[in-house]
């Protein structure tokens, strides 16, 4: 089983004292793939207060199609839920999600991507020169390489695409969310299957934390 992530002190913002009011309920319009970590750390917090819908994570496939399904979302739960956070960074929609979220009036994850926030933004910008031939993958895209990664790309079907896909990369990066050795095995051998030198690096939930806290205090707060 995996290890949860041991929170810190500062990371525990948004659990309310016993003494204090019941929060207002915020409701996290995520992208399927972040759907775990976020059920995660609302226990590990006891943010009783976060209420969690998702969209289906295959829209990072067709990522053009994530800000119309995100302002669908918002207009759909607006009139129940007054107060909303987006579980969103870009995601390869070039800043079309953030005007998005602007126009409705709701706060979105900071970054380009869940790499990004994962790591924390500013450590994976630092990386970003000596990284540029790394592949990246998160706990979700381990558990759903076949679906997310090997079958999109047709090597299931043509495996000659992984040298013309892959030829310039150099390693995979699993940014791994949790301790869990069966992951590390299953990233190690996605490496190995697309011919990369594997690297992991542990972060945690990186910026997510911070962002669901500061999301869930203030829109929250009464």
């Known amino acids: 089983m995996p290890t949860p992530l041991t929170a810190s002190p500062e990371a525990a913002t948004g659990a309310a004292s016993p003494d204090a009011a019941s929060p207002d309920p915020v409701l996290v319009i995520a992208c399927g793939a972040l ?3 976020i059920l995660a750390l609302k226990d590990l917090h006891g943010w009783d207060h976060l209420e969690l819908t998702c969209l ?4 990072h496939i067709r990522p053009e199609k994530i800000p119309a399904a995100v302002a ?3 207009e759909k739960h607006r009139a129940a839920h007054p107060h909303i956070f987006v579980a969103y960074a870009d995601c390869g929609t070039g800043g079309l999600l953030e005007q998005t979220c602007r126009d409705l009036g709701v706060e979105m994850i900071a970054g380009p991507h869940c790499y990004a926030f994962f790591e924390g933004n500013d450590t994976f910008a630092a990386h970003a020169e000596t990284e540029f031939t790394a592949f990246y993958l998160t706990d979700f895209l381990v558990r759903q390489f076949e679906a997310f990664v090997w079958r999109p790309m047709g090597f299931d079907r043509y495996p000659e695409l992984i040298q013309t896909m892959f030829g310039n990369y150099e390693k995979l990066v699993y940014l791994a969310q949790t301790e869990d050795p069966e992951l590390d095995q299953k990233a190690a051998e996605a ?3 697309l ?3 594997f690297e992991r690096r542990f972060t945690g939930y990186g910026d997510l934390t911070g962002a669901l806290a500061r999301a869930l205090s ?5």
């Open 35 to 37: 759907a775990r970590e």
């Open 56 to 59: 289906p994570a295959d829209l």
């Open 72 to 74: 669908a979302a918002v």
């Open 191 to 193: 490496a190995e299957r």
């Open 195 to 197: 011919g990369l030198a």
């Open 218 to 222: 203030f829109q929250g707060a009464r």
